[in-house]
């Protein structure tokens, strides 16, 4: 049998992995698969999962959880010195990548779906000493994610981060940034900037253009604009329309660098990012994987 690497994480969305372990393994040992479980814990570095990487011969990983936790492991792989494919089981709040790559949130069509798949590549995002799978930024409400309660994300799940959101509100203000790279330029003020390898974050399609194995990362920066202005903002991103808004810069790139000296926080994935200075670069093709559509 070949050898599956299965990380799950129990704490990711309503916990609902934890009901369909024994699924998980059926359908792989009914295809020849032998599941090698490991259960993530609060406060553990997960790189401890591959501490048997050198002894055993793993044909992929599996990853059980959401944006954070792919991107925990795929941080956790790349310090090891492992390049097996990976494929995921979006069981969390978000899953952002995985519903962009196409997986579904049925675990059995899930699994079926990467069992029945060839191994391809998509593109991997690295800012400064780490990388990310979907989605860096940062600005306001950037670390929403990182300050939403576990317990709370799993009871009632996105609204969450809605309800941490407004929380912040009264902490809106305009952020001086500087951003260069070969096709843009800009030095003043802003709210917030993401640099997508997806589509969306928070389930929000922003990325509308993003595609995973061009090479390229979308960035996009939310200018700093009266506050009478940002409705008919938020009415174009519903819309799919603020790509073109003057109110916004966008623009594709595979390398970018950002200074900022204000009080804030960069995001990765959901999980809490690297100071400034920021090097941002899209490594095409760096990430092996199954399941995708």
């Known amino acids: 049998m070949k050898k599956v690497k299965f990380i799950y994480n129990p704490y990711s969305g309503e916990n609902a992995i934890l009901e369909q372990l024994d699924k998980v393994i059926k359908i792989h040992q009914e295809a020849g698969y032998s599941i090698v479980p490991y259960r993530i814990e609060r406060d553990v570095d997960v790189i401890e999962a591959f501490d048997d990487f050198r002894e055993s011969n793993y044909y992929y990983v599996l990853i059980a959880g959401g944006d954070g936790t792919v991107d925990n492991v795929v941080n956790a792989m790349a310090k090891c010195g492992i390049s097996v494919p990976i494929a995921i089981l979006p069981v969390g709040t978000a899953n952002d990548f995985g519903k962009f790559l196409g997986m579904p949130s049925d675990i059995s069509k899930a699994c079926k779906q990467i069992l029945s798949s060839e ?10 000493d780490k990388y990310f799978v979907n989605v860096a930024s940062t600005g306001l409400f950037t670390d929403v994610s990182q300050k939403t309660d576990v317990n709370l994300k799993n009871t009632i799940g996105k609204l969450a981060y809605y309800l ?47 595609d995973a194995t061009d090479g390229m990362l979308d960035v996009i920066i939310f200018k700093a604009i009266p506050v009478i202005e940002l409705i008919p903002l938020f009415l174009k991103v ?18 970018l660098f950002i200074e900022c000296n204000e009080d804030i926080v960069t995001d990765i994935d959901g999980e809490r990012g690297p100071d400034f200075p920021l090097n941002i670069k899209c490594i095409k093709g760096g990430l092996k994987i199954l399941g995708v559509k």
């Open 119 to 128: 191994v391809t590549t998509v593109d991997l995002g690295s800012i400064n």
């Open 238 to 255: 519903l819309k799919g329309e603020h790509l073109d808004s003057d109110n916004v810069i966008y623009f594709k790139t595979n390398n």
């Open 164 to 210: 941490k959101g407004l929380e912040e509100l009264p902490n809106f203000r305009k952020l001086s940034i500087k951003i260069h790279s070969d096709e843009c330029h800009f030095e003043g003020n802003m709210y917030f900037m993401l640099v997508f390898n997806g589509q969306t974050a928070g389930s929000f399609k922003l990325a509308t253009r993003a």
